[in-house]
């Protein structure tokens, strides 16, 4: 991305970069945030949130507001998600009930079709699920009310929102000057969201292995000096003791690996 923006800057500047340099990098970043996913282990979403689990969806349904949801009377919600009955959940829903628990109620529905629900900040239900599970969800979600909140009768496919990811080069265009130039404020905003992340999977990484220092045992040198003397005590006697020492210490052991670290002391 870094050479990315240089290439956009020298252009706004006339300093013409060679024919389709331009063009072949934005396609190259491209590239990379679509395989994002599978390139990441799944670990890094569409906002670029780093999580050791799988990196998540979070959508909104149109119409699932809580002043909705809220007022009305006694309604059962029928909510599908894939295809087959096991697939086909439901939520009460009555006057009193408070924003906390309807949403408890969406959730304890919706968590065996790996869905999670929360409440945004303007009100709307915010949903969550696996990015793996997303496009099921985003093909297949339905709805049937008793005629309250949602029609009755049909389960009746309603449009999820998914939430806008933070990098969007499908809208990346160097056409013109000016779209060079918008080009290039979206790959500065990019680069910083693209830092922010490594600075947060650095800071993972850094913690897990301290963590996994942390359990490692410790081993003294005289401990070592005493492995090392019983080896060598063993494999003097002539029984079949001495015989599994050497055959397990010599497993995997070949003409190449020992070239290998004799080089280094080169």
């Known amino acids: 991305m870094r050479a990315l923006k240089a290439e956009l800057s020298a252009k706004l500047a006339s300093r013409q970069g060679r024919d389709g340099q331009v063009e072949a990098r934005v396609r190259q970043f491209s590239d990379t945030w679509r395989n994002r996913q599978e390139a990441s282990g799944g670990t890094l979403d569409s906002q670029l949130s780093y999580s050791s689990n799988e990196s998540q969806q979070r959508f909104k349904v149109r119409g699932m507001t809580m002043g909705n949801l809220r007022h009305g009377a006694r309604e059962t919600l ?29 959730n304890q529905a919706l968590a065996p079709v790996n869905i999670s629900v929360s409440m945004a900040d303007n009100g709307d239900l915010e949903f969550t699920t696996p990015e793996s599970n997303w496009t ?89 000096d005493q492995a090392a003397h019983n080896f060598v005590t063993t494999a003097n006697e002539p029984s079949y003791a001495s015989l599994l020492s050497l055959t397990s210490a010599l497993t995997g052991i070949n003409r190449d690996r020992v070239m290998a670290l004799l080089g280094l002391r080169m």
Request: net charge negative; no cysteine; aromatic share 2%.
């Open 136 to 224: 099921n969800v985003r093909d297949t979600m339905a709805i049937q009310g008793g005629g309250i909140r949602y029609p009755t009768g049909q389960l009746n496919r309603v449009r999820t929102e998914p939430e806008p990811p933070v990098i969007m080069p499908e809208q990346w265009h160097t056409n013109d000057a000016e779209m060079i130039r918008q080009t290039l404020q979206q790959v500065i905003q990019a680069l910083a969201h693209v830092e922010a992340a490594l600075s947060k999977v650095n800071l993972a990484l850094a913690d897990a292995s301290q963590r996994a220092n942390s359990a490692m045992p410790e081993v003294s040198a005289a401990g070592m």
């Open 78 to 106: 029928a909510i599908a998600v894939g295809n087959g009955a096991q697939g086909l959940r439901s939520v009460q829903l009555e006057p009193g009930l408070s924003d906390e628990e309807i949403i408890a109620r969406f």
